[in-house]
């Protein structure tokens, strides 16, 4: 059983940084930044919460849906970022849209979290025969959890949300979802309550600098590398159990971290990066916002049409990896 994608929705706030903005509290300089990741700008959250960006981005989805709120079943959000430890943010959209049906939950696996949370949608889709609409939601505002004077980590990351709304459907689908949780180390922010000290002593802090608790801290090179290995390995993996191929694919759609990640990855396809949807260089890494940002904007420039092949494709935190393949 597949899925269709009826809709897609987005919020982007409007406040931008540019890379020449950084410079006023680090070392670094627009072309360091644009060689390096690609990256030439990102949206910052100023006054919007997290849930209010994937509030928005589900209301555009459901109004260009044009389903009724009751049939909602489900909403999932996959935000790493929420800004409360309870309730989910996925409840709180669920009473800013009206979606007064659905069961609600958060679902955390970070940079991989839209492909984990779309591919559980599936499931649920497939073993509850009551459902007819779930809405994914994926609401990251990373900014509040940077520290804007480490360089390696501040230039990164953008704030914003996007979502989609699918139904069941017999459409070509496939997946796979993967973890390294021994890289779990290499991509952290801790959670604000102290950890018991057993704990702090453990192997897990080896290679961070101190940090406040819930400041992002990573393994940049780690990471890069775990990266260049997971996102290939990811497609291949889901592809291998519908028995496709990289030429079969008419748009890859991948984490947006850095674009020489996504070029390395081209590469080994053997396909050109024209067959790449890149927002990276606009939004930056906007967590598990940055696959369906990527993919309602290659919908709305009419670049991605019905009936084509889509791969998304995600890697992050954790270490999570997972690749869907579907037909728009
Ligand atoms: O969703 C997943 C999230 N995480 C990631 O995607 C991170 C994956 N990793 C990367 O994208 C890359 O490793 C980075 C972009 C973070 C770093 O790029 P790199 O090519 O691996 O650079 P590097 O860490 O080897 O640093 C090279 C130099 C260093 O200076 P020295 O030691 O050679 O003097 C860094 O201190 O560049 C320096 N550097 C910077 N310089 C200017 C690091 N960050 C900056 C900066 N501006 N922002």
Same mark, same amino acid.
């Given at each position: 059983?597949?899925?269709?994608?009826?809709?897609?929705?987005?919020?982007?706030?409007?406040? @931008?940084?540019?890379?020449?903005?950084? &410079?006023?509290?680090?070392? %670094?300089?627009?072309?360091?930044?644009?060689? @390096?990741?690609?990256?030439? #700008?990102?949206?910052?959250?100023?006054?919007?919460?997290?849930?209010?960006?994937?509030?928005? =981005?589900?209301?555009?989805?459901?109004?260009?849906? *044009? !389903?009724? @709120?009751?049939?909602?079943?489900?909403?999932?959000?996959? %935000? !790493?970022?929420?800004?409360?430890?309870?309730?989910?943010?996925?409840?709180?959209?669920?009473? #800013?849209?009206?979606?007064?049906?659905?069961?609600?939950?958060?679902?955390?696996?970070?940079?991989?979290?839209?492909?984990?949370?779309?591919?559980?949608? @599936?499931?649920?889709? #497939?073993?509850?025969?009551?459902?007819?609409?779930?809405?994914?939601?994926?609401?990251?505002?990373?900014?509040?959890?940077?520290?804007? &004077?480490?360089?390696?980590?501040?230039?990164?990351?953008?704030? *914003?949300?996007?979502?989609?709304?699918?139904?069941?459907?017999?459409?070509?689908?496939?997946?796979?979802?993967?973890?390294?949780?021994?890289? =779990?180390?290499?991509?952290?922010?801790?959670?604000?309550?102290?950890?018991?000290?057993?704990?702090?002593?453990?192997?897990?802090?080896?290679?961070?600098?101190?940090?406040?608790?819930?400041?992002?801290?990573?393994?940049?090179?780690?990471?890069?590398?775990?990266? %260049?290995? =997971?996102?290939?390995?990811?497609?291949?993996?889901?592809?291998?159990?519908?028995? $496709?191929?990289?030429?079969? $694919?008419?748009?890859?759609?991948?984490?947006?971290?850095?674009?020489?990640?996504?070029?390395?990855? =081209?590469?080994?396809?053997?396909?050109?990066?024209?067959?790449?949807?890149?927002?990276?260089?606009?939004?930056?890494?906007?967590?598990?916002?940055?696959?369906?940002?990527?993919?309602?904007? *290659?919908? #709305?420039?009419?670049?991605? &049409?019905?009936?084509?092949?889509?791969?998304?494709?995600?890697?992050?935190?954790?270490?999570?990896?997972?690749?869907?393949?579907?037909?728009?």
């Amino acid at each position: 059983m597949g899925i269709n994608i009826l809709s897609t929705g987005c919020y982007v706030p409007e406040q @931008r940084l540019k890379n020449d903005d950084f &410079k006023k509290f680090i070392d %670094t300089s627009d072309e360091w930044i644009r060689t @390096r990741t690609g990256i030439m #700008e990102r949206p910052m959250a100023g006054w919007e919460p997290c849930w209010y960006m994937g509030a928005k =981005a589900a209301e555009q989805a459901v109004q260009r849906a *044009g !389903i009724s @709120r009751d049939d909602i079943g489900l909403i999932i959000s996959c %935000t !790493i970022t929420s800004d409360f430890l309870t309730p989910s943010m996925a409840s709180v959209i669920q009473r #800013e849209i009206n979606a007064p049906n659905a069961a609600a939950f958060d679902l955390n696996a970070a940079c991989s979290g839209f492909v984990y949370a779309l591919d559980t949608a @599936r499931r649920f889709l #497939e073993t509850d025969d009551s459902l007819k609409y779930v809405l994914v939601v994926a609401n990251e505002a990373l900014s509040r959890f940077l520290d804007f &004077k480490d360089r390696t980590t501040s230039i990164l990351f953008g704030d *914003g949300a996007a979502a989609v709304i699918v139904e069941r459907s017999d459409k070509l689908y496939s997946s796979h979802l993967a973890s390294d949780g021994t890289g =779990a180390k290499y991509l952290c922010a801790r959670n604000l309550s102290p950890a018991p000290e057993i704990a702090v002593e453990t192997d897990f802090n080896d290679g961070f600098p101190e940090k406040p608790p819930h400041q992002l801290v990573h393994d940049g090179k780690e990471v890069y590398k775990f990266a %260049t290995k =997971a996102l290939p390995k990811s497609f291949e993996l889901a592809a291998a159990k519908i028995g $496709i191929s990289s030429d079969d $694919i008419d748009w890859f759609i991948p984490h947006q971290a850095n674009v020489r990640i996504i070029e390395t990855a =081209a590469k080994k396809f053997g396909v050109s990066m024209d067959r790449f949807i890149i927002t990276l260089d606009h939004f930056g890494n906007t967590s598990s916002a940055s696959i369906p940002l990527a993919l309602n904007e *290659g919908i #709305e420039k009419c670049l991605i &049409k019905r009936g084509q092949k889509l791969a998304l494709i995600g890697f992050g935190a954790g270490l999570t990896y997972g690749g869907i393949i579907l037909e728009y």
